[in-house]
């Protein structure tokens, strides 16, 4: 009797074991643009499955998602924030806010687009790791002030993930405020990376990712 009872709480146990080992794996929606989505590479060289590559290495029980759009807007971002939040989404990284500069769009735009994207987040009880963007000085220095504050203040305020800009781990071959610096990591466009550029790019995203799986599961 003694071993039967044994056995069935052995049982149980690997069971639960199981159940735990499950439960472990944390899905991550990554919400941006063309850098998100992998514009101009082969599929395995894109952010995202760098990124995944990168997590796998560490032993990080994690599933990204990719749901970057080219093109995409903050605007556009904020239009389908509802539907990338499904249920089995437990993170998000946030990447917009290129398409906006491009297409010189108002920084109030894009912080209230931001600001909702963040609201659908904290709503869904999802953790969020918000990337940066820094506008150019074309645009004037009262719009670049505006713009490269939205990022930072929006972070503080909902409690988010903070990296300051996407193309930051690309300080560690170049200056980046200067393209001409890191033309060898971008395609001939000068707007997307290369696949050097996304490994460079996915060397500083990474560490980010880990504390935001650390925030999920703590």
Request: hydrophobic letters at 50%.
């Amino acid at each position: 009797m003694r071993k039967a009872l044994a056995g069935i709480v052995f049982i149980l146990a690997g069971l639960g074991q199981a159940g735990a080992a499950l439960a472990e794996e944390v899905v991550i929606a990554a919400l941006g643009d063309s850098l998100t989505q992998g514009y101009g590479l082969p599929a395995e060289q894109g952010f995202v499955p760098q990124l995944q590559a990168w997590l796998d290495a560490q032993g990080a029980e994690v599933r990204l998602i990719n749901a970057g759009v080219s093109g995409d807007t903050t605007a556009g971002g904020l239009s389908r924030v509802a539907w990338t939040l499904t249920p089995e989404v437990d993170g998000m990284i946030v990447a917009l806010g290129g398409n906006d500069l491009l297409r010189g769009l108002g920084p109030e735009q894009a912080r209230s687009n931001i600001d909702g994207i963040l609201q659908a987040a904290e709503a869904a009880a999802v953790e969020v790791l918000l990337i940066g963007m820094q506008a150019p000085g074309n645009f004037g220095p009262a719009y670049k002030s505006q713009f490269d504050a939205i990022y930072p203040e929006l972070a503080k305020e909902y409690g988010s993930g903070f990296l300051e800009s996407f193309f930051a781990g690309m300080s560690e071959v170049g200056d980046i405020t200067n393209p001409l610096s890191l033309r060898a990591y971008f395609q001939a466009d000068g707007v997307h990376p290369n696949a050097e550029g996304v490994a460079l790019i996915v060397a500083q995203v990474g560490p980010k990712v880990l504390a935001l799986i650390d925030e999920i599961i703590g």
